[in-house]
T-cell receptor, first 116, second 113 residues
């Protein structure tokens, strides 16, 4: 089946530290991959996405590269800020041949806290 | 401003009561979704609709019902059959077509009295 596994949280870093949140997936066909961010008490916002192998998604200093050979889509940021504190979700759409092609599959989320 | 609105922000349910959560979008999206989020967990799909007057069960549809009479509206009813309804409920929508981005509303927190 289709699944997404994220690194366990919570993750606590100091301001200006380097961030990596690991995400690996299992999927049929060629999935599209997403990172969403959720601030406290709010809905999810799209952070970045990649639709084919070797694509790099980027936004607000965050980056993630679609690695088909390692089935991974790790989120990185070179220098985090206090305002980056949130919960981050990795998600995928299965490949087009899958009946669930219209349904996103989410990881469990990783809570990130940045201390000043 | 285009977007997705959910109301109310907080909702309280008494035992044995049905409650309805509202979701409206003015993005002209064809597909709409309802998710449930429990603390420390990912999102689980309750129901989704790809077109007006049609909807499908997601992974945890028991105890919930929906309707899709208008393109812009996709209300979710939490029935008395849902024994553990306390959660954060999120509505989303997207354009028709494979791999289109889903956009989320601000959510409704449902609490049981």
């Amino acid at each position: 089946g289709n699944s997404v596994t994220q690194m366990e949280g919570p993750v606590t870093l100091s301001e200006e530290a380097f961030l990596t949140i690991n995400c690996t997936y299992t999927a049929t066909g060629y999935p599209s991959l997403f990172w969403y961010v959720q601030y406290p008490g709010e809905g999810l916002q799209l952070l970045l996405k990649a639709t084919k192998a070797d694509d790099k998604g980027s936004n607000k200093g965050f980056e993630a590269t679609y690695r088909k050979e390692t089935t991974s889509f790790h989120l990185e940021k070179g220098s985090v800020q206090v305002s980056d504190s949130a919960v981050y979700f990795c998600a995928l759409y299965p490949g087009s041949g899958d009946q669930g092609a219209q349904k996103l599959v989410f990881g469990q989320g990783t809570r990130l806290t940045i201390n000043p | 401003d285009g977007g997705i609105t959910q109301s109310p922000k907080y909702l309280f349910r008494k035992e044995g009561q049905n409650v309805t959560l509202s979701c409206e979008q003015n993005l002209n999206h064809d597909a709409m979704y309802w998710y449930r989020q429990d603390p420390g967990q990912g999102l689980r799909l309750i129901y989704y609709s790809q077109i007006v007057n049609d909807f499908q069960k997601g992974d945890i549809a028991e105890g919930y019902s929906v309707s899709r009479e208008k393109k812009e509206s996709f209300p979710l009813t939490v029935t008395s059959a849902q024994k553990n309804p306390t959660a954060f409920y999120l509505c989303a929508s997207k354009e028709q077509g494979l791999f289109e981005t889903q956009y989320f509303g601000p959510g409704t927190r449902l609490l049981v009295l």
